[in-house]
């Protein structure tokens, strides 16, 4: 605030006050420090309150009385020694079947009503992860449809022969399909045999 007197002179029945103030804003008015950081909550458990403030100085960097507004603020906390971790969840199921992989379990850091609470501060983790299937993986591989028929290994239809048919083991390197890959049956040919000439 900016002030002003008047002195009346000739006599002491001047109308009107001696004094009057007005609020000022200029470079010698009084000006706000920023804002000191919050204290520690009032209480280490549950709800509390927390503090800053601030100090009004003039330019001569004297306090002043003159700053609009308040030199202290309050606003509520919570204190974050009664939050405590929850029982740890179960393991989950490992991510690979083979190959090595991971599995995870979690907790939460519990408020003092025992709810979840992002406020809350719980020293440790909130997850743990451990190795699961190690073993190496089995490659994966099947067999393809069988092939047709090789020929018959004799012409004469008086005579037994063999015939053969193929199929293959497909899949990732080193992969082994169980069963055979070729397989064999008897079979005749197709052409007559000679007769013998009568007697």
Known sequence: MKRRRRVCQ??????????????????????WTEWR??????????????????ACLAESGAESPDCPGLSIETTL????????????????????????????????CLNSEGIPDEKCHCDGHDRELKECNSQLCTPQCS??????WSPCSTLKEC??????RMRQCVGEPGCHCMGPA??????????????KAPC
């Open 10 to 31: 000739y006599g002491t029945d001047c109308e009107g006050p001696e004094e009057e103030s007005a609020p000022c804003y200029g470079p010698a008015c009084a000006a």
């Open 37 to 54: 950081e919050w204290s520690t909550c009032s209480r280490d458990c549950g709800p509390g309150q927390r503090t800053r403030t601030r």
């Open 77 to 108: 906390c919570e204190g974050t020694s009664c939050c405590r971790w929850s029982d740890w969840c179960h393991w989950s199921m490992c991510d690979r079947e083979c190959g090595g992989g991971q599995s995870i379990r979690t907790r939460a």
């Open 143 to 148: 067999w393809t449809q069988w092939y047709e």
């Open 159 to 164: 005579e037994i022969g063999i015939k053969n």
């Open 182 to 195: 070729e397989e064999s049956k008897q079979c005749r040919g197709s052409s007559p045999c000679p007769t």
